[in-house]
């Protein structure tokens, strides 16, 4: 089954206990990224991976860092937690960036379950 | 800036009757577009995408988007609601910078019996 594993899916910690969120897929692809969820926000991306070893900063990257060694995982590691990072965050995948020109047209992008995390 | 407007923060509608949620999109060339729906506890699930040609878009669980030019928007669009369609509505905007999917602030949808 294909599917976008994250874990934990709760967490609550302590101010500046560094954390690291895990993200991992089974579909081989290469498109990863991070979102948190905030309430009256939306969705907004941290980083996002278009391969292994390549990653760039999305819209709100600040307190995050990630690192694509394997394929298959794209973990989120908060370095000193704030609690202005309490959120819901998403990992997604897919095999091309969401709307890449060439891209399949059935291609879709696969969100994990989400991970809800507060920071006291 | 490019950003995608979601103007109905709350929306409820009685089981049976049609639905129309909108979304407009502030873009300087058409971007792709896309709408998600997020049940309760639930990550996203893709309902139907853009990227060209016919405007009229048909979807998953009989949902359907028309792209409007002229309007900047791509409203979402069911005849008929089911109790099973209450759940949280996203539209987002893709363009070639960036490589990134940008968000509307969502649409919570009920239904009432």
């Known amino acids: 089954e294909a599917q976008v594993t994250q874990n934990p899916r709760y967490l609550i910690t302590v101010t500046g206990k560094k954390l690291t969120v895990t993200c991992s897929q089974n579909m081989n692809h290469e498109y990863m990224s991070w979102y948190r969820q905030d309430p009256g926000l939306g969705l907004r991306q941290i980083y996002y991976?278009?391969?292994?070893?390549?990653?760039d900063k999305g819209d709100v990257p600040e307190g995050y860092k990630v690192s694509r060694k394997e394929k298959r995982n794209f973990p989120l590691i908060l370095e000193s937690p704030s609690p202005n990072q309490t959120s819901l965050y998403f990992c997604?995948?897919?095999?091309?960036?969401?709307?890449?020109?060439?891209?399949?047209?059935?291609?879709?992008?696969?969100f994990g379950p989400g991970t809800r995390l507060t920071v006291l | 800036a490019q950003s995608v407007t979601q103007p109905d923060i709350h929306i409820t509608v009685s089981e049976g009757a049609s639905l129309e949620l909108r979304c407009n999109y502030s873009y300087g060339a058409t971007p792709y577009l896309f709408w998600y729906v997020q049940s309760p506890g639930q990550g996203l699930q893709l309902l139907l995408k853009?990227?060209?040609?016919?405007?009229l878009v048909q979807g998953i669980k009989g949902f359907e988007a028309e792209f409007k030019r002229s309007q900047s928007s791509f409203n979402l669009r069911k005849p008929s609601v089911h109790w099973s369609d209450a759940a949280e509505y996203f539209c987002a905007a893709f363009t070639g910078g960036g490589n990134k999917l940008t968000f509307g602030t969502g649409t919570q949808l009920k239904v009432e019996l």
């Open positions: 991976s278009m391969n292994v070893e390549v990653t």
């Open positions: 997604a995948s897919s095999s091309s960036p969401p709307g890449l020109a060439g891209g399949s047209l059935t291609d879709t992008q696969y």
């Open positions: 853009y990227f060209s040609g016919d405007t």
